[in-house]
């Protein structure tokens, strides 16, 4: 299937500072795409609006479009807004589990769908929880609140809230920073085994990571995307 998410021509300015300079990227399905590059770079904000989570971000300007499916959701109104976000989740960066217990927070993604048979429901927590590697830590103290949790597991109960909700794109800004190196690499496992129904785009400031798990790249410095491509293709001819 071919690509449903794009950017084209799109700038940001924030206070007037020019963010984004002219970004054209597509972001191809079923495929693991990896945003690289220094830190400030622009990665994050490149990111977030992809489902317009910058929107509260005050003195800000955004030119150009981002097409979902041919529609730009920049001009998206807030009842087109939200049903893009269950199509196009985030995993933020700093892990922020909702105000309730861990199962809750893993049973909202069911609420959005109408799942609200607990037994489903029971089911699809569990699923998830195991998926992101957190099941065996948890299951005594599933009505336990989230905030009890340690950062990495929080950022595992994020991972596995976003997943819930089943979105067709699953933005993820570093997702693997503040774990182990044997979370991380189970997030990464999941990942590529997710590609096959959804499509990740991921930011990472480790290139080894990209090495590792990317399909697809996108390169950026100082608010451009300076290359873009499949990764066999950018890592081979760097
Ligand atoms: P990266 O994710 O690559 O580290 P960011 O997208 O977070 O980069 O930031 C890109 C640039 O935008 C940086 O110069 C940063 O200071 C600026 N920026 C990001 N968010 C804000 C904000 N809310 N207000 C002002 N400047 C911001
Ligand atoms: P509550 O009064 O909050 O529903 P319960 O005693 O029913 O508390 O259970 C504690 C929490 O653990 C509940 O949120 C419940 O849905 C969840 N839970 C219980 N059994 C399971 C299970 N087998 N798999 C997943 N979650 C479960």
């Not at 800000?60 to 976000?85: C, H, P, Q, W």
């Not at 009890?148 to 920073?177: F, I, K, M």
Request: a positive charge; hydrophobic letters at 35%; proline letters at 4%.
């Amino acid at each position: 299937t071919g690509a449903r998410l794009q950017a084209r021509h799109l700038n940001v300015y924030i206070n007037g500072a020019h963010i984004l300079k002219d970004i054209n990227v597509e972001i191809p399905r079923n495929k693991i795409t990896c945003i690289i590059g220094p830190s400030g770079c622009g990665k994050s904000t490149l990111l977030r609006t992809f489902n317009r989570l910058n929107d509260n971000i005050e003195g800000l300007r955004m030119t150009g479009e981002v097409t979902f499916d041919g529609d730009n959701i920049l001009k998206a109104g807030s009842s087109r807004l939200s049903e893009l976000r269950r199509n196009i989740g985030l995993v933020p960066q700093r892990p922020c589990p909702l105000p309730m217990s861990i199962y809750d927070n893993v049973a909202y993604g069911c609420r959005i769908h109408g799942i609200h048979n607990r037994h489903q429901q029971n089911k699809i927590v569990r699923h998830y929880l195991r998926a992101v590697g957190l099941w065996d830590e948890v299951k005594d103290r599933l009505s336990s609140p989230a905030s009890r949790l340690s950062g990495g597991q929080q950022q595992r109960l994020c991972l596995a809230r976003s997943l819930a909700v089943e979105p067709t794109y699953l933005l993820a800004d570093e997702s693997t920073s503040a774990l182990d190196p044997i979370s991380s690499h189970k997030i990464e496992e999941l990942f590529t085994e997710l590609k096959v129904n959804n499509s990740i785009v991921m930011v990472t400031h480790t290139l080894s990571q990209a090495l590792r798990i990317a399909d697809h790249v996108i390169f950026m410095y100082m608010g451009k995307v300076v290359e873009e491509g499949d990764a066999e293709q950018v890592f081979r001819h760097p």
